[in-house]
């Protein structure tokens, strides 16, 4: 039997699974519940930038359609992703439940094996209570309208607590309609309590998408800010990020972020643009430069930390592109730009992906370039000490609702 066939067998086997059988720990909703309009304004949403319509409610998106569609179509693809958005609200409510449909996103023709893996994956929400993490609760693989019972708190006494629910991060599964969100009848919502905290922008490729753990909350995204006290906004594009000037225009047309975090290059190692035309390393050098200046240009001193890409295949086996290039000489061009440009930009920071990860151990092993749950903390750590000297600089005077 070949290699594809068993592959694409185990995978419809297990959306077989995944569709006559319940997702472990998973409860349907409770009846007699108030649902909500996701944009109600006592709700507090996080990362999203903008709410579609679709049939059966709204779709959270990173990045609305005026700029997807001068972005490049993958990237575009790839914002469409719940990758960091997360729900805020306070409330009395013994049940939370968010009714919501996953959009069936078809594979490419070209799609890899591991694209069957991806889409088997329960599609997790992380909630946190007042400030610590509750429960880590999976929706079923499913491209029908379901309702996900997030909190079930009916067997002990009501009190007044602040949620934090994170959506699904992944590539697929991770596309969501929601229709609402269910609380008690009788139970108040109020907005949640003010948070004054610097917001750092994170954009990069799948590393930073998430890829590779398997629950939002353990994104290096997230575990950064979590250790660096910050608010975090997830710009990963998986498989997409090329280091665009329009991806550029797009951050610099944002006012919600204070601080920048730049994990460009992994994506580019190949010697490929986001068109899939021949790019040389003079050429890749010359697009990061530009990138900076796109940003620079409409925010002359905002902090923005560059961080080179962590230890990756082709430098455990010392293989070159098309172009004749390692991964070192793309670490190696990033860190002159950086250099060259803090001669005169105080605020610019430069960090070596090699410091975060440079041990196969810390990568996944199926394919040794995303990291593994144990990678993604060890990149946290390494980032987050990077990161809290730079905002303890910064003068944060009022309350932000991110992207809203």
């Known amino acids: 039997m070949s290699s594809p066939f068993r592959t694409r067998l185990s995978y419809l086997l297990l959306m077989a699974l995944s569709l006559a059988v319940p997702t472990r720990g998973q409860r349907a909703a409770p009846e007699n519940l108030t649902w909500l309009n996701p944009e109600d304004n006592r709700l507090q949403w996080v990362n999203v930038a ?74 997790y929400f992380d909630v946190y209570r007042d400030g610590k993490f509750l429960a880590n609760v999976p929706a079923k693989i499913a491209y029908y309208e379901q309702d996900v019972t997030v909190f079930d708190g009916s067997t002990g006494p009501k009190q007044e607590s602040e949620f934090s629910i994170l959506f699904p991060h992944y590539y697929r599964n991770a596309e969501v309609i929601v229709g609402g969100i269910g609380l008690d009848k009788d139970a108040g919502l109020l907005p949640p309590a003010p948070r004054n905290l610097p917001v750092v922008l994170f954009h990069g490729d799948s590393i930073t998408h998430g890829h590779g753990v398997t629950s939002p909350r353990e994104t290096y995204v997230w575990q950064t800010c979590e250790r660096a006290n910050c608010e975090a906004l997830n710009l990963g594009f998986g498989g997409s990020a090329w280091t665009d000037i329009s991806v550029a225009n797009y951050i610099a047309s944002r006012k919600d972020w204070d601080v920048l975090v730049l994990m460009l290059g992994t994506n580019s190692l190949g010697g490929n ?132």
Request: proline share 8%.
């Open 50 to 123: 903008d709410w579609e319509p679709k049939t059966g409610g709204l779709q959270p998106v990173r990045i609305p359609k005026e700029w997807r569609d001068k972005i490049p179509d993958r990237s575009a693809a790839r914002a469409l992703s719940t990758a960091g958005v997360a729900l805020r609200l306070r409330t009395v409510s013994s049940r939370i439940a968010i009714r919501l449909t996953f959009i069936d996103v078809p594979e490419a023709a070209n799609a890899s094996p591991e694209s069957a893996w991806e889409r088997a994956r329960p599609p």
């Open 273 to 404: 643009d986001s068109m899939g035309k021949p790019e040389t390393l003079v050429q890749y050098r010359a697009k990061y430069e530009a990138f900076l200046a796109a940003v620079r240009a409409r925010y002359p001193t905002k902090p923005i930390l560059c961080i080179t890409p962590i230890l990756t295949h082709q430098d455990i086996v010392q293989q070159k592109n098309k172009n004749g290039d390692l991964p070192q000489d793309y670490r190696n061009a990033i860190q002159r730009v950086v250099e060259q440009r803090r001669a005169r930009d105080h605020n610019l920071y430069f960090l070596d992906g090699l410091k975060l990860i440079n041990d196969p151990l810390y990568l996944l092993v199926i394919d040794q370039v995303h990291p593994n749950e144990g990678g993604s903390l060890k990149m946290a750590e390494g980032i987050a000490a990077t990161l809290k000297p730079i905002l303890t600089g910064l003068n944060i005077e009022t309350t932000r609702a991110p992207n809203r």
